[in-house]
């Protein structure tokens, strides 16, 4: 019988994680398979109502507590970095807690695991139900990172990675920048499953423009080597199409932009690898607690 663990990030969305996980439940009905759920409470300032009386299909529920809010990216980090410690051996599915990420293709990969455990698999989203001014921003997003890092990151956190593979995600830093980036950046042989990203289940979303830029940031920052090779190139070629003028206005404003840029994400790096040098998230745990 194949294990999995499912490692669901959240801050304040008991609601959410309410309704989700029942969904999960019922989803795994006629699988041959052991599923636990780990949620990694970041540090909520919402207290905790989680209560799930008709699980039959999920062996175990457990909450890891964290003592300080850590957003998202290191909360999942530190719920991988659990589950390393305590040996756990069997496939990780993370995903979100608000019901964005559809539970259904806990299926699809479940099948596709079966054939090859020791798979990474990303959840490609084709279609979201955003609103517009939200998905002009991400288009332009996807186009600048492309631009910046030869990497066209299609998919978040709802991915599958076998804990055989926990070592080498954790070989460096960029799992507590961006777990999504992280895998593109260790995992270059991956499957992909398409989906669509879902509204929330309940509620608002939390999550500003300004934390979403800054997010984006982050998961450019993980290829920060390639960003800087890269904007090397862009200014040489902006200096060969200026007519080799070192005071052309063109060539001044990109390699003053991409000189800025290249120092705002190696300045993000490099204070979340000062944060987390040690790869050790233990310190910030303050309990885990079993539901069922």
Request: proline share 2%.
């Amino acid at each position: 019988m194949n294990k999995y663990a499912i490692v669901i990030p959240s801050f304040n969305d008991w609601d959410c994680l309410n309704l989700l996980i029942p969904k999960i439940d019922e989803f795994l009905k006629n699988q041959d398979v052991e599923v636990n759920i780990l949620i990694v409470n970041d540090a909520s300032t919402v207290k905790n109502n989680l209560s799930f009386k008709n699980i039959s299909h999920i062996k175990k529920i457990e909450v890891l507590n964290l003592k300080n809010n850590v957003k998202a990216q290191i909360a999942i980090a530190s719920g991988l970095s659990y589950l390393r410690k305590e040996k756990f051996d069997g496939g990780i599915i993370v995903m979100d807690g608000d019901g964005q990420d559809n539970p259904k293709y806990i299926l699809d990969i479940i099948k596709e695991t079966q054939k090859n455990p020791n798979t990474t698999i990303v959840l490609n989203r084709t279609k979201r139900e955003d609103e517009l001014l939200f998905l002009i921003f991400y288009q332009l997003y996807l186009f600048f990172s492309f631009f910046m890092t030869f990497k066209y990151l299609k998919y978040g956190v709802y991915t599958y990675l076998h804990s055989s593979s926990l070592d080498e995600a954790f070989s460096t830093n960029d799992i507590y920048l961006a777990y999504p980036a992280s895998l593109a950046k260790h995992f270059k042989n991956k499957n992909s499953i398409s989906t669509e990203r879902k509204k929330r289940i309940i509620g608002e979303s939390k999550n500003s423009y300004f934390a979403l830029t800054y997010y984006a940031l982050k998961i450019i920052a993980v290829f920060r080597k390639q960003v800087l090779i890269n904007s090397s190139a862009y200014i040489l070629l902006s200096f060969l199409f200026s007519g080799l003028q070192i005071f052309s206005l063109i060539f001044l404003c990109i390699t003053t932009f991409l000189i800025a840029f290249n120092i705002l994400i190696f300045s993000i790096a490099n204070r979340i690898n000062k944060l987390y040098k040690t790869n050790n998230t233990s310190s910030n745990i303050e309990n885990i607690k079993k539901l069922i």
